[in-house]
């Protein structure tokens, strides 16, 4: 322990004559020790942060391990919006932008009354089909309005790669999360309303079959054990 506490003290010693900053690790060291992340998660993170400490940032993995922890450290862990659980408000919301859609309309108040007497109603997907202009989407940005969620558009049209979903590994060059990973960021919260818009418009190629990887996204019984490449 004595050698490696003095070992350490060296390169703290070296890295700063160099000019190299230690303090941007220190730092997300402290953002690690965020409560909501997952105890998996931080494991893994801590573990790239000491190998990232041990690379000169000359080498190429240290700016794609560096961009890997920003990733993983941009996520809303614990954020969550609280919901309106006035009915009737969420009625005039959808009414005010809305005219028509009766049937629509009342099949997401019924949805939002479940949800809210039973606490039990997690991530469940409603289908909206039509053709162009019927307002699927706008229906979409009104449920968030009327709950106090955040509200994030993900359009998978003429999607046909598969890595868009699942994300790409990261050892590749120029490797991203996939979209869905994206989204949640842009999101600033673990609860917002998700809007996957054009879903019937995706198609496959030699990448792979993107429409395969989303009914793993989709399916409640197994979502919860989604992973993303990246």
């Keep these: 322990n004595q050698k490696e506490y003095y070992l350490r003290e060296q390169m703290k010693a070296i890295s700063s004559e160099l000019g190299e900053d230690e303090n941007e690790f220190d730092e997300i060291e402290k953002k690690l020790n965020n409560p909501a992340i997952p105890e998996e998660t931080k494991e893994k993170a801590l573990k790239e942060l000491n190998r990232l400490r041990k690379l000169p940032n000359t080498v190429p993995d240290y700016s794609i391990l560096r961009n890997y922890l920003d990733v993983l450290l941009e996520l809303p862990y614990g954020i969550k919006t609280e919901d309106n659980k006035d009915l009737k408000l969420a009625k005039e919301i959808l009414d005010s932008e809305h005219s028509g859609l009766e049937k629509v309309k009342e099949r997401i108040l019924e949805h939002l009354a479940v949800m809210h007497l039973t606490d039990k109603v997690n991530a469940q997907i409603i289908c909206f089909v039509g053709p162009p202009g019927v307002g699927k989407t706008s229906i979409g940005k009104s449920i968030a309005k009327a709950l106090s969620r955040n509200f994030v558009k993900m359009s998978v049209g003429g999607v046909k790669d598969e890595s868009e979903i699942r994300g790409h590994r990261k050892t590749y060059v120029g490797a991203m999360p996939g979209r869905i990973i994206y989204n949640l960021k842009q999101a600033k919260s673990m609860?917002?309303?998700?809007?996957?818009?054009?879903?019937?418009?995706?198609?496959?190629?030699?990448?792979?079959?993107?429409?395969?990887?989303?009914?793993?996204?989709l399916d409640p019984e197994q979502n919860t054990m989604f992973r993303d490449h990246y």
């Excluded at 995706?202 to 990448?207: I, L, N, P, T, W």
């Excluded at 079959?209 to 996204?217: I, K, N, R, Y």
């Design 191 to 217: 609860n917002p309303v998700f809007l996957i818009d054009e879903i019937d418009k995706m198609s496959a190629d030699y990448k792979g079959d993107p429409t395969s990887a989303m009914l793993e996204v």
